[in-house]
């Protein structure tokens, strides 16, 4: 981070200054967790369910905290001090003007499934000539994402953001804060529609990623989505698609599937055709490799650089990793899920040789309409091409029953558990040497557990 001081994040934040009188040091980086404040911090206070950031003010200070944005000041305290009446916009607020005085470019990255998966590949394209910062795991929220932002360094030159939401308007407020010149929209799923209500609602709250971004900045939109195909401009700025059909500005002419070793393809650029390989596994793959080849084309990149890139793009923990286990592997897909993200995560399943195990768990905020989406997934599980299929979850049982009417007398395997504690009893039953098994449920299963206990059988 590009230290500042005192007085800048004072002004940001538009606090009321305590112990003022005692500031000595520079902000040299910025931290919720009292774990990893160090010489020079401004640690944010930040009230928790469980744990409440002004109880380790004391304890920050005497680490070399330079100051504490706090919402009130602890009888005993004595270190200086940024008051304001919420830690959370006052840290969006410090993070916004950061963000105003670095003349770094953003690209800012969002949809209801992909986000990661793009932001990595995107990264890792960019690397290939510009000085890359990228979100950190998943700190792409009303938190992470201005936490981000202040972990930028003054000799970044392009920085490659994750935006998240859930519910209306909270994509505004992470627009206000990144002002992003490169808007990046994955697709429109079904994710989040306990609070978005349907896919245009969903477009609508992704929408607003446009409201603060660059008036000269680029748009890329996923044009394989019927929702974002009807994107035609946005306050003049006309989007460049990207996908798999060759409607698209950027497609792959010709593509060859090498199993688990990921695909080999032909990209058509706006007509200009060159060859590239990725290693990230599935088609939804070679759609984020696709809008990372024409973001990096329209920054200058050369095709040499834009196929390296892709070459050595890497996905992380719970996002499609691919983990070898014996003569097989463990797909570790458990951060997140949702039907679109669960059939595609099972088209990659079935590229494997061997013995093809699907383990998933329930999808979460799917709205009214949850009972049939598993069903969906359970019908499409019946009939995709895989050897056994283990249901795991409340959820999860509409995918079974589903699963089991449509296999009928067929060759699938089929197994349902209640909840993760019941399969991690039964795993060796259930898991084979050699089998290949995707991992794959929304956050809140804790299924990353599973992944660790499949790595020890």
């Known amino acids: 981070m590009k230290a500042f001081t005192y007085e800048d994040a004072l002004k940001a934040a538009g606090g009321t200054a305590v112990n003022s009188e005692n500031v000595t040091r520079e902000i040299k980086n910025v931290t919720m967790d009292s774990r990893k404040v160090t010489f020079g911090s401004l640690f944010v206070a930040i009230k928790g369910e469980r744990v409440d950031g002004h109880d380790f003010m004391r304890e920050v200070f005497l680490k070399g905290a330079a100051a504490v944005l706090c919402d009130h000041v602890p009888e005993g305290i004595t270190g200086p001090c940024i008051v304001v009446p919420d830690t959370v916009k006052g840290l969006q607020e410090i993070a916004r003007w950061y963000r105003s005085i ?151 002419a010709s593509k060859e599937s090498l199993g688990l070793g990921g695909t080999r393809m032909r990209i058509s650029l706006r007509g200009s055709l060159f060859d590239a390989e990725i290693h990230m596994l599935g088609d939804h793959m070679v759609s984020n490799a696709m809008a990372a080849t024409a973001i990096g084309a329209d920054l200058g990149m050369d095709k040499n650089q834009i196929a390296a890139g892709l070459y050595t793009a890497k996905t992380i923990d719970g996002r499609s990793n691919l983990i070898p286990k014996g003569t097989g592997y463990i797909i570790d897909d458990c951060y997140n899920a949702s039907p679109a993200s669960m059939m595609a995560a099972l088209d990659m399943l079935k590229l494997a040789n061997g013995r093809k195990v699907a383990i998933l768990g329930d999808m979460f905020e799917l709205g009214p309409d949850s009972d049939n989406m598993h069903a969906a997934v359970g019908r499409y599980a019946a009939t995709v091409g895989i050897d056994k299929l283990v249901c795991v979850g409340q959820n999860c049982r509409h995918m079974y029953n589903a699963a089991m009417h449509e296999n009928g007398t067929g060759s699938l395997g089929i197994g349902y558990y209640s909840d993760l504690d019941s399969l991690l009893k039964n795993l060796k039953i259930e898991i084979k040497e050699g089998d290949n098994v995707l991992v794959k449920s929304s956050h809140g299963m804790g299924f990353a557990q599973l992944v660790e206990a499949l790595k020890a059988l």
């Open 102 to 252: 670095l003349p770094v470019k953003v690209v800012g990255i969002t949809g209801s499934v992909g986000k990661t998966s793009t932001k990595e590949m995107v990264a890792a394209v960019l690397a290939e000539k510009f000085n890359v910062l990228k979100t950190i795991g998943n700190y792409n929220n009303e938190i992470g994402l201005p936490l981000t932002v202040l972990s930028i360094e003054a000799d970044t030159e392009i920085a490659v953001l994750e935006m998240g939401i859930s519910d209306f308007g909270e994509m505004r407020v992470l627009s206000r804060i990144a002002c992003p010149d490169i808007c990046v929209i994955t697709n429109i799923g079904q994710c989040h529609l306990e609070f978005l209500h349907d896919r245009d609602g969903i477009l609508k709250a992704k929408s607003e990623i446009f409201e603060f971004m660059n008036p000269e900045g680029r748009i890329y939109l996923n044009g394989d989505d019927d929702k974002l195909i009807t994107v035609k401009e946005v306050n003049g700025i006309v989007p460049t698609f990207f996908g798999l059909k060759d409607t698209n500005d950027v497609y792959p």
